[in-house]
T-cell receptor, first 115, second 117 residues
């Protein structure tokens, strides 16, 4: 069965510092890959997605993610964190070209930004 | 509307009562999904609609849970005889086609927080 692992439950980072959130997946074939962000009391907002092609994906709010097939990873990065980036981040996978493309989520990483 | 909307935003109910949660997807989106977010289980898929039919109900945790979609638009998730373990945030999402195409992305609503006392 497919699974998504986000090894870090919490990360604390200083404002202006870089951020990297880890995501590993287990699946029979390379799935579609997503990062979503959830601010307190809010729904999930899509940051970026990977379907094929260039393994470095640019998203909104200055985020990027790199797909590494050999490591089954899809890590999220931001060069300089802003206080507004404090939120919970979810990595998700979806089977390629499968109807009813339900998402399987990782457990989430909560990011705290120190002033 | 511009995005997925859900109502109510918060619902407190007593154990044993029935509740209905509503989702209004993005206009024109044929696929609709329900997910549940709870402390113990994280984010988990419940059910998927393509139009008014539900080809995948595999995530519904028990027969107390049901959902319907009418007119290819609004969906209602019903929980009968609620239990305390049903307390969670219920999220709805919609996508344009639900066909798994690379251009098909799920957009989420703000969720309904259900508390069962």
């Amino acid at each position: 069965a497919q699974s998504v692992t986000q090894p870090d439950i919490h990360i604390t980072v200083s404002e202006g510092a870089s951020l990297e959130l880890r995501c590993n997946y287990s699946y029979g074939a390379t799935p579609y890959l997503f990062w979503y962000v959830q601010s307190p009391g809010q729904g999930l907002q899509l940051l970026l997605k990977y379907f094929s092609g260039d393994t470095l994906v640019q998203g909104i709010k200055g985020f990027e993610a790199e797909f590494k097939r050999s490591q089954s990873s899809f890590n999220l990065r931001k060069p300089s964190v802003h206080w507004s980036d404090a939120a919970e981040y979810f990595c998700a996978v979806e089977p390629i070209k499968a109807a009813g493309n339900k998402l399987t989520f990782g457990g989430g990483t909560r990011v705290l930004v120190k002033p | 509307g511009a995005g997925v909307s859900q109502s109510p935003s918060n619902k407190v109910t007593e154990k044993g009562k029935d509740v209905e949660l509503r989702c209004d997807p993005i206009s024109g989106h044929t696929a609709l999904y329900w997910y549940r977010q709870s402390l113990g289980q994280g984010l988990e898929f419940l059910i998927y609609f393509q139009g008014n039919s539900a080809p995948d109900k595999s995530g519904l945790p028990s027969d107390r849970f049901s959902a319907e979609r009418t007119g290819g638009s609004v969906s209602t998730l019903t929980i009968q005889r609620t239990q305390q373990e049903d307390s969670a945030v219920y999220l709805c999402a919609s996508s344009l086609t639900g066909t798994g195409a690379s251009t098909d992305t799920q957009y989420f609503g703000p969720g309904t927080r259900l508390t069962v006392l």
